[in-house]
């Protein structure tokens, strides 16, 4: 886990703003929950890795000494909303859309690039199955990358039904499709022939049909997404649900076609998405020359339900703002202006006697808007000019008995040196004009 | 553990925008830190009775089962803190000024108004023992009150070193002042009597010296801060640490005679705070009319020390975001525009064969800077309206099939009912004429 120092946080309430302010012009809603919930709330949704993952907090009071927990730290921004959309179905609009930028924990060994606290800033909508849903969703999630500066990037898009129609027409087992999505999901990085060879150890296809298995799935950025949606439908074999799927994904296209998602959509067969949730449309944004992905998501229409009991259909994108970071910084993508001097102007102190009236000095000009620094101690006045050009302070005042005497000020540029007398009721014009 | 909806995250946001932005214009910069620690950290830090409040992590790993605990959630701001600046005192600049605004947890039993997660609000400024440091610290939390539109408030003041200089005066050894502080925190609750009782029921003081003794920390709102300085310059009878204290408290009404904090502040021999850590000056906000305080702080010289052997002067303040909430909302003091409408306008969707080009319509009035729901189904256009309507969305639009061909939008204005036809191009400009 991780301390940020103050250039760390002004570039992440920076990436965090850009997310807050394109995801509130699209209709989204700011939701917060809490760090820790109920232990049963989190366990089971994950999966078992996600399980043994997850941090518990030892029970307090008289039980404390017992080792057992009760609470756990949040280990996702999605399962907490599907209790929050269930525990406060009557407070909230049919088609509740919120936004939350909150931290998770995931107890995983550190890694590079990987923490055991990190954000997550997730946007979901609820209580439609609507594709208009995803159309919106993607287009906001492009938004926000283009905001902060992406250009190339391509969100992947998929669809559980698309998945287990290709393995059922392929003869799988509805049984045997999890096992064989963690081999498909291996493409990217084993190849087509390593896919194929783990499917065959694992029993689930004959020698012989691996190949003709490993194919459909298998992507080639050559082609439109077009020709491979006409593809998927040969390959369906008239499969019911998963044409249907195609068909979902076919109007996402379209739906998206005119918007800012439009441009990077790419149909990807492969992509399988590991968390069990989900139900429909699957995504996952990458950009180029970068392992892993930037955000993913998708249709979830059954996880309200373990809480509710009835159905809410949803469906959702978490962006990673970790990532997100680590790219922008590799990339010098920040905005130069970001990483800015902790002040406009350091008020100067020139002894214990004139230290209140520099006080005043210093209310006055952040009166006037500026955000001004004191020197808390009257040290030699070399030394305080020394300090502000050390922590990068352009301008400082000074304020001895003379100039206190004629109700002036001395302030001095440190980047040119330049120094001016002026009356004090003119200093904060004479420095935002040379700001 | 509460969860935050929509219009509870827009007055948290508010509250702690005000702060963040008051706190950069006195040169504050942000720092954030993990909300997980080492429980070393914490322990030993907050008494004993904190100790027992600090919620405590499981082991993972091979130790899951053990029932011992490494990790521990943060339970205040002020010793991560002390932690950061032991750590990376090399790449800090030598007076640290940091403000924070993170969640703290505290095993508490639930009370109204108090929760086991809740935020605090910390400015500290590290490296210096000048009073400056006490007149910005207060002037920057008096501004952060007026700025919230808080009018009436005091910021009680007072410095350990008067009351163990009064404790040592009346003959109380150093080994009881613990003692004898906890009984007189409680001046404000049992009274006189009260407290002189409890002081002689613990053998602190013989029954006819206590009233005296209890009549030293007492305090009257008549009576000028000039006039209770006097007070206690007698009351010391020649105890220097103790009249070197007092020294120092005149020393910060002068710094603050003329800024923002100045009016506010009134000396209190009463005041004692609880933790242990300390050294100096003592401050807390209260309000009329309010138990408890807003916020509190002080100085404390020896805290870093513990972390880094060497010693670091400090002093901070913490503002307590959930009470400041808490009387805001009683006293009706958020701006009325804060609790807004989740978007300008709302676009309908006409039928299925127009939803991409209702899509279309919504990127183009983003674009032009609008918040922009869509309702997500070609539902019956009177439905929509409704929906709209009870979600305080003022403008929905209308993308017919006649709309379409001819260029146009209609705009139906729900508080007035008014409807117009208009050329798409002008649809951001009707609304935001009329918004």
């Avoid at 078992?48 to 080792?67: C, P, T, V, Y």
């Avoid at 909508?125 to 500066?149: C, F, P």
């Avoid at 087509?192 to 783990?198: I, L, Y």
């Avoid at 620094?373 to 001895?400: C, H, M, N, W």
Wanted: glycine share 10%.
């Amino acid at each position: 886990m991780r301390d940020f120092l103050p250039d760390d946080v002004r570039r992440r309430q920076y990436v965090i703003g850009v997310i807050a302010d394109v995801y509130q012009r699209y209709g989204f809603e700011p939701l917060e929950t809490p760090a820790v919930e109920n232990i049963e709330t989190l366990m089971g949704k994950y999966g078992e890795e996600g399980d043994r993952l997850i941090f518990r907090i030892l029970k307090r009071g008289e039980q404390a000494n017992s080792g057992a927990a009760d609470l756990a730290l949040r280990y996702d921004l999605t399962v907490p909303l599907a209790r929050v959309v269930a525990e406060y179905r009557a407070q909230l609009p049919k088609f509740f859309k919120r936004y939350q930028v909150q931290p998770v924990w995931r107890a995983d060994r550190p890694q590079k690039g990987r923490f055991r606290e990190f954000y997550q800033c997730d946007v979901d909508a609820m209580g439609s199955s609507s594709l208009v849903v995803e159309a919106e969703l993607l287009a906001a999630a492009a938004d926000v990358l283009e905001g902060l500066g992406f250009i190339a990037f391509a969100i992947r898009l998929n669809h559980r039904q698309v998945l287990s129609g290709l393995l059922e027409a392929s003869g799988i087992p509805a049984s045997q499709h999890g096992e064989a999505l963690v081999a498909l999901d291996k493409l990217d990085k084993v190849g087509r022939d390593g896919v194929a060879a783990e499917l065959v150890a694992k029993g689930l296809v004959d020698g012989s049909d691996a190949a003709a298995l490993v194919q459909l799935f298998g992507t080639d950025e050559r082609r439109t997404n077009g020709e491979v949606l006409g593809q998927l439908r040969g390959d369906m074999k008239g499969h019911e649900a998963g044409l249907r799927a195609v068909d979902d994904l076919e109007q996402i296209v379209r739906l998206t076609a005119a918007n800012r998602a439009g441009a990077h959509i790419r149909i990807d067969p492969s992509l399988a998405r590991g968390l069990s949730y989900y139900t429909g449309s699957i995504f996952e944004i990458a950009v180029p020359d970068l392992a892993g992905s930037l955000g993913g998501g998708g249709r979830y229409d059954e996880l309200v339900g373990m809480f509710l009991g009835s159905q809410v259909p949803a469906c959702g994108i978490s962006l990673g703002l970790e990532r997100i970071l680590v790219v922008m910084g590799e990339r010098a993508m920040f905005p130069p202006a970001l990483v800015t001097a902790s002040a406009d102007v350091m008020v100067t102190i020139w002894s214990a006697n004139t230290a209140a009236d520099a006080l005043q000095l210093a209310g006055e000009l952040r009166a006037e808007g500026l955000r001004v620094d004191v020197y808390p101690e009257p040290d030699k006045i070399g030394k305080q000019f020394k300090y502000a050009d050390s922590r990068g302070i352009r301008f400082v005042t000074i304020l001895g008995d003379d100039e206190a005497a004629r109700g002036a000020v001395a302030v001095k540029n440190l980047s040119t040196g330049e120094q001016h007398v002026v009356p004090r009721a003119d200093v904060a014009t004479l420095i935002r004009k040379n700001g």
